[in-house]
């Protein structure tokens, strides 16, 4: 499983949003994005990391850096969540893990003494040349999305 670096080439993507479009990384060349891996729809962290980063939305796109979640979750499952709680950052699935295995956030989990396969919670600050300026691993909801757009603002020069 590839481990994310600082500096390395961000893996191709190309996944269907809750809006009905797809996006990709070859239409986002050319200016810095942020992708925030989180492992399931509608459970408690999951939900408070996307309400954070909805709430930081209009500030994301004021320094010209958008943000889009992924998760294995179906387009049907992100658009009822993103209904349910207002959010305003698009969703990307990745059902098929097209995306989720290359970025190597595909991971052994435990919980409950049970051991399983899921998404380890993990944000990706990618610059315009597709190279990733920084990862944040194993993220702790609490203030991340604020220091994410701090980290955005930075590297957009805003």
Known sequence: MATLTTGQTFPHF???ADDGTTVSDAQLRGKPYVIFFYPKDDTSGCTLEALDFTALANEFEASGVPVFGVSPDPIEKHCKFRDKHGLQVP???DPERTLIEPAGVWAQKSMYGKTYMGVERTSVLVDGDGRIHRVWPKVK?????REV??????????
């Open 91 to 93: 969703l990307l699935a």
């Open 141 to 145: 909801v609490d203030g991340h999305a």
């Open 14 to 16: 190309e996944l269907p």
């Open 149 to 158: 757009l701090d980290e955005a603002r930075k590297l957009a020069g805003a």
